[in-house]
């Protein structure tokens, strides 16, 4: 993408309203704009990373063995009555009638729309396992949203719901999506840390949070350090697996680490004092499994091998993806700007033209742009003419990982400079080798 083509409105003014970094460079970087409160339009730059953590999230689901499909997100009250919940669930569900006068609201999860898929199409044990999955648009009419995206009333959400013949497979899929959500945060280049939790109107006993550690967190939480060093790495898993995944479980999950909900501070203080960690933290997504409580309500069973019939065992596994954007800005950024990892960022490497008409600069540059592009990678060329300290402000407050910085006197040496966004670090090479460099750092990613 030429910046000069591209629609970037960045802000040079902090905007007073955002109370958090990340707000206030999602802000500046154009990446979004507040229609109204709590609700987002999303501007290119910020849509592109939405689109990225999406694609992350598929792929990772997808390895899982998990069905992508897509609900509506305006439905019908009456199957929430049919589940006891549309009176229950308050003033956070947004109601409205349509013309004939009929109950309907926005959905603020989707238990009872997949439950009733179900319910319609599958009547047999043989059919099961089987974990359906959409990322859809949610409202939840908050009291308080706050923070840009990390607290909105609209909001991005991936919700997947497993059915199961028995309690034990369905605690098989809440190992897997526990699995399988470690890689998906570690390639956004994320550390979130599963804590047990409260299910609160989802429901349930068994319920596990990932949160990323972020001073700037809603919630507080209580951990042992010793947690922090554990990577999740490239390791090979077959979710099919239950003692693969039971073991990863079992890895990730048996040293303390709580949200306040679930504290207890007589067992948190057997810790070894030094290994005790009380600190703050941004939930990026709940697992839940909760046996036969939506399936008994709205009749979802199945035929066992004898003929009997019997509900079967759910769980609902949460993903907040538009609040990622926020909570990988809290956890990766400096006081220039946004320091995306590479497996999320927008374009892959900014191309900064010192001498925007400068035929040798300019050829260079026009060079760089082709091969990238070539090598299947996006590069950002600011060909604006404008100043250079403008254009390295732009590009430091977006964040690309890489830029390759382009001048005539450098060219007059066979010469541009790569510079790291994270270390602030730079050489000089000769274009093809700038270019190979960047590709390379992208291969594995
Ligand atoms: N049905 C279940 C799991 S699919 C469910 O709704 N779980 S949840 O309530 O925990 O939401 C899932 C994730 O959505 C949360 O972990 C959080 O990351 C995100 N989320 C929840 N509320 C908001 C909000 N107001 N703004 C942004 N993200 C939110």
Excluded at 140 to 149: A, H, L, S, T
Excluded at 203 to 230: K, N, P, Q, R
Excluded at 348 to 367: P, R
Aim: negative net charge.
């Amino acid at each position: 993408m030429r910046l000069s083509r591209y629609f970037l409105p960045v802000l040079k003014e902090t905007p007073a309203e955002a109370q958090i970094v990340s707000h206030r460079y999602m802000l500046r970087a154009g990446m979004i704009k507040q229609a109204s409160a709590g609700i987002y339009s999303w501007l290119p730059l910020g849509f592109k990373v939405l689109r990225k953590l999406e694609n992350i999230v598929h792929e990772e689901q997808v390895r899982a063995g998990h069905i992508p499909m897509l609900m509506p997100t305006l439905q019908s009250a009456d199957l929430w009555r049919e589940s006891g919940r549309y009176d229950g669930y308050g003033e956070e569900m947004l109601r409205m009638q349509d013309r004939h006068g009929r109950d309907m609201l926005f959905s603020p999860t989707a238990e009872e729309m997949f439950t009733d898929v179900f319910r319609s199409h599958v009547k047999s044990y043989k059919d099961l396992p089987l974990t359906l999955y959409q990322i859809q648009w949610k409202f939840r009419d908050e009291i308080r949203p706050r923070f840009g995206v990390m607290r909105g009333r609209e909001f991005l959400m991936k919700d997947g719901y497993n059915f199961d013949q028995s309690k034990e497979d369905a605690l098989h899929a809440y190992n897997r999506h526990l699995v399988s959500y470690l890689r998906t945060y570690e390639r956004m280049g994320l550390q979130a840390i599963p804590m047990r939790a409260d299910s609160g109107p989802i429901g349930g006993d068994y319920t596990h949070e990932f949160l990323v550690l972020a001073e700037t967190g809603e919630s507080e939480v209580f951990y042992d350090s010793e947690i922090t060093d554990l990577k999740f790495g490239d390791r090979e898993i077959d979710f099919d697996s239950v003692e693969q995944c039971q073991a990863v479980l079992e890895e990730f999950t048996s040293r303390y680490a709580r949200t306040d909900e679930t504290h207890d501070e007589a067992v948190f203080n057997a810790l070894p004092e030094e290994r005790r960690r009380v600190a703050r933290g941004i939930e990026v997504g709940q697992i839940f499994y909760f046996g036969t409580q939506y399936s008994e309500a709205l009749g979802a069973t199945v035929q066992t091998p004898d003929g009997t019939s019997v509900p079967v065992h759910m769980g609902s596994h949460g993903i907040g993806v538009s609040r990622l954007l926020g909570a990988i800005i809290e956890a990766s950024h400096d006081d220039k700007g946004i320091i995306w990892p590479e497996g999320v960022t927008p374009f892959h490497c900014g191309i900064v033209n010192l001498k925007q008409g400068d035929e040798a600069a300019d050829g260079a540059c026009e060079a760089l742009y082709g091969s990238l592009t070539a090598l299947g990678l996006e590069p950002l060329y600011d060909d604006r003419n404008e100043r250079a300290g403008g254009k390295f402000a732009t590009m430091d407050l977006i964040g690309l990982p890489w830029r390759i910085t382009v001048g005539p006197r450098g060219l007059k040496n066979g010469v541009v400079e790569l510079t790291c966004r994270r270390t602030g670090e730079s050489e000089e090479l000769p274009p093809e080798q700038a270019v190979a460099k960047v590709a390379e750092i992208y291969a594995g990613i």
